[in-house]
């Protein structure tokens, strides 16, 4: 076995467990740098085992299980996290050229590179296909101007997935680009917006004449709007948990100053509540604070407990016949984001049900580590970001159910004559 390879050849979840047991008692060190650890990850195909060859393994949830349950026993850390690995990295392999691929995957998997989603803005939300953000071409470069707001990890991204209009003399759905767009380029702006949380996990962004290279452009010009619907079935297939990856709590990208400390200094810490999901491991907390308190035999908790199993194992099950092209409806990513934030909801009166009074107590010296609390006051979140439950609901009646669609404008008519915020072009 190569020491940056591990095999490929199990034919069981106990062959692989064993060839990843190997493959970390050979390979993981504490004393190591993070950036070596993530290269090694990267290269043995284990960063996101989910993706296709060379880059990944095409494992479904089953084998990835298996690499989280080995990574936790080795007591190493795990992948990059953040929008590279979960939205840029597959976004790329589908629409990029192999020069663009090779250029921004391989520092996606190895945590080189940190990525923010620069979509939404301040009057596209919702509507993210009426988003003003321009970008005019100037030879071989494109100028870029315009506000998004909502950035997740935009504090410490190195690039960003920029959608801005580049033909407003077409339909609104129309007229759109993809770009990989350098973050530390002039003429941006990022100011982060707390949250009730506490943290800052949203950001918005200024951006004002800031230049791009028209090599930038990933998929083909003016044909965004198709590649942010990959970038966003992408996005809503991994709200709803269907990759199961375990990431590391050290940051990826150059900002956050994580590459070069040792990696055993980020062995069991948590990341900070982000993806706003719920999982085995919500469930059995919640188990043992049941056991703990002795509300286990009380038949609501009991009740509860067991649909939020059933919760769970029906995203599971779903994610796995959504691999299968066969039974795909193409509303797979609508429909596990809804499901997620529908167990997420159950989650939270459940945890409120059993910690009773000790759900007002906040932070590490309260009851859970304030886990289950931090849970409860973001658990809006889910359900507005990476479009709203309501938006979910409407994509799947008119996409998938063929319902008629909401009234509007006719589809055909120019961005530049849509009724919208005063925009100068």
Same mark, same amino acid.
């Given at each position: ?21 190997? %493959?970390?008692? $050979?390979?993981? /060190? ?9 290269? %090694? ?85 919702? $509507? ?29 991204? $190195? ?22 767009? $350098? ?76 590459? /070069? ?165």
């Amino acid at each position: 076995m190569s020491e940056r390879q591990a095999t490929v050849g199990a034919t069981s979840d106990g062959d692989l467990r064993a060839e990843l047991d190997a %493959w970390l008692a $050979d390979n993981w /060190d504490p004393d190591i740098s993070v950036r070596e650890w993530w290269q %090694w990850l990267a290269s043995a195909g284990l960063s996101n085992p989910t993706l296709g060859e060379p880059y990944g393994r095409g494992w479904g949830r089953s084998e990835t299980r298996v690499l989280v349950e080995a990574v936790r026993s080795a007591g190493a850390i795990g992948s990059p996290a953040g929008l590279g690995m979960l939205l840029a990295a597959p976004t790329i392999l589908e629409h990029g050229t192999p020069d663009q691929i090779e250029r921004f995957v391989p520092n996606i998997l190895n945590g080189t590179d940190s990525w923010c989603q620069l979509f939404s803005e301040p009057g596209a939300g919702s $509507d993210l296909a009426g988003l003003q953000t321009k970008a005019v071409r100037d030879g071989d470069e494109w100028i870029v101007s315009g506000q998004k707001v909502w950035t997740s990890e935009g504090e410490h991204a $190195d690039l960003g997935m920029l959608v801005a209009r580049t033909d407003p003399e077409s339909p609104k759905h129309r007229g759109l680009t993809w770009f990989a767009f $350098d973050m530390a380029t002039e003429g941006v702006e990022v100011r982060p917006l707390r949250e009730m949380t506490g943290r800052s996990l949203f950001n918005e962004v200024f951006i004002d004449g800031a230049r791009v290279p028209h090599a930038n452009i990933i998929g083909e010009l003016n044909d965004g709007w198709r590649v942010t619907n990959t970038t966003l079935a992408v996005e809503r297939a991994g709200i709803g948990g269907s990759h199961g990856l375990a990431y590391a709590a050290a940051h990826p990208g150059s900002i956050a100053g994580h590459l /070069d400390e040792p990696a055993g200094a980020f062995r069991g810490k948590r990341l900070p509540l982000a993806a706003g999901g719920v999982g085995p491991g919500t469930l059995g907390q919640l188990t043992s604070e049941a056991r703990q308190r002795g509300r286990a035999a009380d038949p609501v908790v009991r009740q509860e407990l067991a649909a939020l199993h059933t919760d769970l194992e029906v995203m599971r099950l779903s994610a796995m016949r959504g691999r299968q092209r066969s039974q795909r409806t193409g509303g797979e990513g609508n429909l596990a984001k809804l499901r997620m934030t529908a167990a997420l909801r159950r989650a939270r009166s459940l945890a409120s049900t059993i910690l009773g009074a000790d759900m007002t107590l906040w932070g590490a010296d309260a009851a859970t580590d304030g886990v289950l609390q931090e849970m409860t006051v973001f658990s809006p979140a889910p359900s507005i970001y990476g479009g709203t439950d309501e938006i979910q609901r409407n994509i799947l009646g008119e996409r998938v159910l063929g319902l008629p669609r909401e009234p509007g404008p006719d589809p055909s008519t120019p961005f530049r004559e849509l009724p919208q915020n005063a925009t100068s072009w």
